[in-house]
């Protein structure tokens, strides 16, 4: 019995040491490198969005944040290593949609998103773009429409890989065109990018930073965004719901770290990023990509986040796509 007594005595003990270790480095932080895992392979939307944000965070915090590349399964292997990092604010995750989207696709993620991670503030949004290459004949969007109805499954689209934001927007598109294309996944919107532009493929449903060059270059033609309006980036380019009444999806992007980072981090990261979100440079260089800044508070992003989460899983069953 005595056994027992001190056994849970010296529990409680290092319970309590514990705390006061992270409260003592909640309050010094920061005193050393963040680092900022992006789930994604460099170059995407995700990544570029990330290298802007750690640069301003730099000068807000005074230490040094690396963004780190750690792609695979969707970005469930990136999120995972978050989820099961020392919650001390030093290691932060910069996801996207799809971090949403697999609690639904995947039966197993590697973590429990609702239970590991914490959401700390919603970055930016996203509008994703419909180009094609100048092979297709198609060059308005009511055009490309009745193209792809015509050609059925023979038109091709593009996207990073199942789940993702293009695999997704080209679903709900068909959907609503009734149009039925051929999905072809990819490791990545930079190789799908490149194969739409040597013809492979003839669509991509991308995030606009990611085409933004090749639409100016002329070398893809951009038909529609997915946003509810038209993009100030691309103003001559119509929104897809002026053609499909009701048709919207946003890609956004957002920081999360692990579960029981102290609150006082948490909130003070999300002031932070709430105020860099406001600074005339960041908004100015996220307008330059199409995006825009948003910068809220843990609460609301944890409301968005659980509807997002609903959102996608009606798209994912839409598309028929599931890994296990």
Known sequence: MNRRKYLLAGLAIAACLAATSFASQASDWPSRSITLVVPLAPGGSTDATARLLAEHLRKELGQQVVVENRAGAGGNIGAASVAKAVPDGYTLLMATNTLA?????????????????????????????????????????????????????SVQYGSAGTGTSSHLTGALFGSMAQAEMLHIPYKGGAPANTDLIGGQ????????????????????????????????????????????????????????????????????????????????????????????????????????????????????????????
């Open 101 to 153: 989207t697999n609690v639904t696709l995947y039966k197993d993620m590697g973590f429990n998103l609702a239970e590991d991670l914490v959401p700390i503030s919603q970055v930016a949004l996203i509008p994703n773009v419909l180009v094609v290459n100048n092979d297709v004949p198609a060059r308005t969007l009511k055009e490309f429409i009745n193209y792809a109805r015509e050609q059925k499954d």
């Open 201 to 324: 493929i003839q669509a991509v449903f991308a995030p606009m930073v990611e085409v933004l060059p090749y639409i100016e270059s002329g070398k893809l033609h951009a038909l529609g965004v997915t946003t509810k309006n038209r993009s100030p980036r691309l103003p001559e380019v119509p929104a897809i719901g002026e053609a499909l009444p009701g048709f919207e999806f946003v890609l956004w992007n957002g920081v999360f770290a692990p579960v029981d980072t102290p609150p006082d981090i948490v909130d003070e990261l999300a002031k932070i990023v709430g105020k860099v979100m406001q600074e005339p440079a960041m908004r100015k260089q996220l307008s330059d990509l199409g995006s825009t800044p948003v910068g809220n508070t843990p609460a609301e992003f944890k409301k968005i986040l659980q509807s997002e989460i609903e959102k996608s899983a009606e798209l994912v069953k839409l598309s028929g796509a599931r890994v296990d």
